[in-house]
């Protein structure tokens, strides 16, 4: 990577980051999104411990990857704001630059909510970890990594279309579904210590690793797409 | 002296030009439109579309709305691509020439949430132009106060299209394309805006410029193209230029 990519990774980002800051569109539509669905699934279930454990995966992935569509859209619409997006589009700054920038920035957005919500799963769903807690570390980066690089990219796909907020779960969904089931899979794996959570974290890597590489290689396609 | 100065302009490469991109070729007209047509669905914007732009001169594109103006000016600054025909800015593909091309559209293209200097740096930043002076001086050209530190939310409509300008200008393009420049400008900002527009052509860029106020264009222009219809239907030079 060279050092001008990297500025401009730089420049993205913290333009991302400030913009957040001031506006807090991303950052509030994920947090209350992902309180509610703690909450109504707490009042809709009452499990015991071992039944929390096995569902808590599912429940912690699902909410986050809704949260994390909610936030897509948003992070996506300020570059339309005035026409902003074509400002970029006739610099020669490289497509790749902004994507990555805003990955990142979505990343830490998600992983900041992330860290707000699990001790409050912990709370409502009574659970204690089976596993080891540095892999629950490692699903939780590999999880959120899969999420918003497939996210970003395909929240960019459907930005310029008319309807945005349908379009973006209908594009996203199917693809992330070998993602989630990993996610789920390695998560509750650590929670009830039932089988070793490797093999699914090994598909997640994989998973992240190949989206990342098809999303770099086609979002100048996308970026300049009519 | 104004050839040279732009030949010499024009072998400077740009630290934020991509390993594929070119050094537009001095000899190369800035703008070279070769039968091009943009097409959306059964409706066609621009037809066959065909016309050369010299450098160092102003030229002003005219037509009533939905001339296809504006698809045209998109289509120059490859943001559109023709449905037909060719586009070549200084001989190349547009995508090869960008660090070139100034452009300002009728959107102010700035992020409301930061100030003028906080988006001229991020700008500036894709340009490769780090130096504050820079983006400084750009803004004290179209008359803006580079320590304001309001938002651009904040800012009046003149006011936005003035730090638009001056985000179309700080990389020193060689070629400028201008939507509706004036829309929204206060009198004495139109002024101010068409001398310094005056002095860019003076400097040897050349400027593409799309408007209605043909009053301030008179004493500017050097040629005007007339669009109908998607058509191009004709392009005479000004009185200025015929005195």
Known sequence: MTNSLLRLIKANLAKDLRLEWRSRDVFNAMLFFALLVVVIFSFAFEPTTEESRRLAGGLFWVAFLFSTIVALNQSWARELRNGVLDAYRVSPAPAEALLLGKVVSNFIFVALLECLMVPLFI??????????????????????????INGTFFAAMSIRTRNRELMLPLLLLPV??????SMVGATTAVLTGDGSPLPQMKLLAVYCVVFTAASFALFDMVLNAE | MRRSRQLLALRHRHPAQKETEITPSAEAPPVSV?????????????????????????YVLRGENGAGKSTLLRMIAG????????????????????????????????????????????????????????????????????????????????????????????HSPQLLLL?????????????????????????????LLVTHQLGLMAEL??????????????????????A
Do not use: C
């Open chain 2, 34 to 58: 070769q039968n091009v047509s943009k097409i959306y669905g059964r409706t066609a914007a621009v037809r066959d579309v065909s016309f050369t732009l010299a450098p160092a001169r102003f």
């Open chain 2, 79 to 170: 943001l559109n691509q023709p449905t037909q025909g060719d586009v070549r800015i200084f001989g190349h593909k547009t995508k090869d020439t960008r660090a070139h091309v100034g452009y300002m559209a009728h959107a102010p293209l700035l992020y409301d949430e930061l100030s003028g200097m906080e988006n001229l740096r991020f700008f500036g930043e894709l340009y490769g132009i780090r130096s504050d002076d820079v983006l400084q001086k750009a803004m004290q050209r179209v008359g803006l106060d580079p320590a304001l530190t309001r938002r651009v939310g904040q800012y009046s409509q003149g006011m936005r299209q003035r730090l638009s300008l001056a985000r179309a200008i700080f």
């Open chain 1, 176 to 181: 992330s579904i070998p993602a989630v089931t």
């Open chain 1, 123 to 148: 709370l409502f769903y009574n659970l204690s970890s089976a596993g080891s807690i540095w892999q629950l570390a490692v699903i939780l980066f590999l999880g959120t990594w899969a999420l918003v």
């Open chain 2, 221 to 242: 222009a050097d040629e005007f193209l007339v669009l109908s219809a998607g058509e191009l239907v004709s392009q005479t030079s000004s009185r200025r230029t015929d």
């Open chain 2, 179 to 207: 939507d509706e420049p004036f829309s929204n400008v206060d009198p004495e900002s139109s002024t101010q805006i068409a001398k310094l527009l005056a002095d860019m052509r003076s400097a040897g860029n050349t400027i």
